[in-house]
């Protein structure tokens, strides 16, 4: 496995890895939505030209490069078009950016830029935008693109579609980043636009129509769009629907004809109902609890032994049942299955309740104690949060359970005011992504650990060129992460939707899900 795992990242001399993904994939003929009818024939489908989905959350921003939140990501990611693009074998391949060099004894790639993309204005994209995008990051968004930020010295415009980008130090996935993280802005949009405040301005297959943040978001297609993929659905309404079973309601009555979040509790009846349909592909999501690392936590989490003995408690298994209906393995980690760096070596704390009294009582606390709540947003999260609840006083943990408002939810983390969270990430597939979370100088470091040993290994790993050396280097981060017992991983989920029958998805993002331009409507 480890083998095929390198394979993919290696292109020309550099190791890749990504952050916010975009490789898309074919879909698998296992998990295509098949019923037996024609979409012509579902009473359901009220217009072919567009598709309602469900958001279940209203959206966190338009501005993507501030966007740290899942549900955001989902719908804005079919506006904006990334720099470069990932292969479904995992190489990096042209997108904005056409060509690139890497010009060793000046440590900087040269970027070629695509002639004619448009952005949805009309206006022709160039060169000068493609510097504007990265200076971006570099300045107001580094706290929220410091992956990708921080490996830049210096943008500078050679001519009106050529931009070098000078990095620090030799990177391993600066590329990769460039595919993930490095979305497209207009700098006279941008500017004109008070910032991506209200509107959005960029080169995506879909373009923003309205946006409401108590309602949701209408995009149509975008017919000047350059991609090889053209969006077949001319419209699409995204409806914050934050209700699960209000969602199953939705599509029964054709209102909705996507639900992202639909309650999993309804799959019997969704695959059983001739007009709607079932549909999942792997992502790269873990859910898990977060444990707060900062000098403000309380006394116990600072013991090893009381984290490890929290892990233990957790039952996984009946988790999954509850949260997924089957539909996820236990995890290992927060680094999800598959990605570079990820091994079996990595610790796996099984249920076993007993072990976690023992580990209680090796650390002074054979006798419980208490703190405020674990917080959790409202859905999956409150129900493993709940399970979670009750495994924890099976060791003498006392505790509740506080439901908080997204982007409250998301503050709460950042900000360190949190003992437990139940929560979940898609870290996408190179072990880099989990030194987002893992490490104090990652873009989301909410748990605020700071390992000195896990930070000198983070440094190595983010120059070393030869994939064998640096898969180990993660791998060992991973390694000691597991065994220091820093996170409580839960499960590794599928990704599921319930769908109108009749539209059909064509392909996914393994890391962002079913986007626009891989829907259509059946003939």
Not at 69 to 91: M, Q
Not at 189 to 203: G, H, L, Q, R
């Amino acid at each position: 496995m480890k083998k095929n795992i390198i394979s993919l990242i290696l292109i020309s001399t550099m190791v890749l890895s990504s952050l916010l993904g975009c490789t898309s994939s074919s879909v698998p003929a296992n998990e295509t939505p098949s019923n037996g009818t024609s979409g012509n024939e579902n009473p359901l489908i009220k217009d072919t030209g567009q598709v309602v989905i469900s958001l279940a959350t209203e959206l966190q921003t338009l501005n993507t490069f501030a966007m740290q939140n899942i549900v955001t990501n989902e719908c804005i990611s079919n506006i904006y078009d990334t720099f470069l693009n990932v292969a479904d074998d995992g190489t990096i391949i042209p997108n904005v950016a056409e060509s690139w060099e890497w010009i060793e004894d000046e440590n900087k790639y040269r970027f070629k830029i695509k002639k004619g993309i448009k952005f949805h204005d009309g206006s022709e994209l160039k060169a000068s935008d493609a510097a504007f995008t990265f200076n971006l990051m570099m300045t107001e968004y580094k706290a929220y693109q410091a992956a990708t930020a921080n490996q830049i010295k210096e943008v500078k415009l050679v001519d009106d579609y050529t931009v070098d980008v000078y990095l620090n130090n030799p990177s391993a996935n600066f590329l990769y980043l460039c595919a993930i993280n490095v979305k497209m802005y207009s700098e006279k949009a941008y500017n004109e636009t008070d910032k991506y405040k209200d509107t959005v301005i960029s080169c995506g297959p879909y373009k923003l129509v309205s946006y409401d943040p108590t309602i949701g978001v209408e995009l149509e297609a975008f017919e000047d769009y350059h991609g090889d993929i053209k969006p077949k659905i001319k419209k699409a309404v995204f409806k914050i629907i934050p209700d699960a079973n209000t969602q199953v309601v939705a599509l029964e009555t054709g209102e909705l004809n996507l639900s992202r979040n639909f309650a999993m509790i309804a799959l019997k009846n969704i695959k059983e109902n001739p007009n709607l349909d079932f549909y999942s592909h792997p992502c790269g999501l873990v859910n898990f609890i977060q444990f707060n690392q900062r000098d403000n936590t309380i006394e116990p989490l600072k013991n090893k032994k009381v984290r490890q003995a929290i892990n233990y408690c957790f039952d996984k298994d009946f988790m999954i049942q509850v949260a997924e209906e089957g539909m996820a393995v236990p995890a290992r980690s927060v680094a999800n299955q598959g990605m570079f760096g990820y091994s079996e070596r990595i610790p796996y704390y099984e249920y076993n309740v007993e072990k976690a009294k023992e580990l209680m009582k090796e650390a002074g606390y054979e006798n419980g104690f208490k703190f405020d709540a674990i917080i959790t947003r409202d859905g999956k999260d409150k129900k493993i949060a709940e399970i979670a609840l009750e495994n924890l006083k099976a060791i003498g943990i006392e505790t509740t359970v506080q439901v908080v408002e997204n982007n409250a939810f998301i503050d709460d983390l950042k900000t360190g005011n949190f003992v437990m969270a139940s929560s979940h990430l898609n870290l996408n597939s190179d072990g880099d992504n989990a030194m987002d979370v893992i490490s104090i100088t990652g873009s989301v470091p909410f748990s605020g650990i700071n390992d000195e040993w896990i930070e000198e290994q983070n440094k190595l790993q983010k120059i070393e060129l030869d994939s064998k050396k640096r898969f180990d280097i993660l791998e060992s981060i991973l390694v000691r992460t597991g065994e220091e017992a820093y996170f409580a991983p839960i499960y590794y989920p599928k990704k599921s939707y319930a769908i109108t029958k009749g539209l059909n998805i064509t392909g996914y993002d393994k890391f962002v899900g079913v986007q626009l331009k891989y829907l259509e409507w059946a003939e």
